[in-house]
């Protein structure tokens, strides 16, 4: 799936991955992997923010930067209620089942900040 994509597109795509639980959480030197029950995973490369139900930030995560603070564990085996992404896909906002959000952000000095894998097709920001 190339970058760009149509919102009707987009928003099918995204809409897939609704309801699906997070079973893994891969952390390596550079990327973090969030591989989901169904078989669908997410790859960041650029950095994260987790926020709680109540709005409270809980950890920002800099894949190449200083701050590595980890909280994301506490969404595992949670199930996706909402995924989207703004028009020039800057940010990924997921919600869980539970409240807490994921927004994932697009590093404009990278070549790839994260990608979406999902039944066979994947999109690469």
């Known amino acids: 799936m190339s970058n760009k994509w149509t ?5 099918a795509f995204l809409s897939e991955l609704t309801a699906n639980e997070l079973t893994q959480i891969k952390l390596s030197q550079y990327i973090i992997h969030f591989i ?17 139900k109540e709005g409270n ?3 920002n995560f800099e894949v ?8 994301v564990h506490r969404l595992l085996g949670t199930k996706i209620a909402n995924i989207n ?6 940010v990924l906002q997921i919600k869980f089942d539970q ?5 994932i952000f697009r590093d404009p000095n990278l070549s790839e900040s994260y ?3 999902l039944n066979g097709s994947h999109h690469v920001v």
């Open 85 to 90: 992404s703004d028009d020039d896909e800057n």
């Open 99 to 103: 409240g807490d959000i994921l927004k």
């Open 36 to 52: 989901f029950v169904e078989g669908s995973s997410i790859t960041v490369e650029s950095g994260f923010q987790h926020i709680d």
């Open 64 to 71: 190449y930067g200083e701050e590595k603070i980890v909280t």
């Open 57 to 59: 930030i809980l950890s």
């Open 115 to 117: 990608a979406i894998y």
């Open 7 to 11: 919102a009707e597109k987009k928003a």
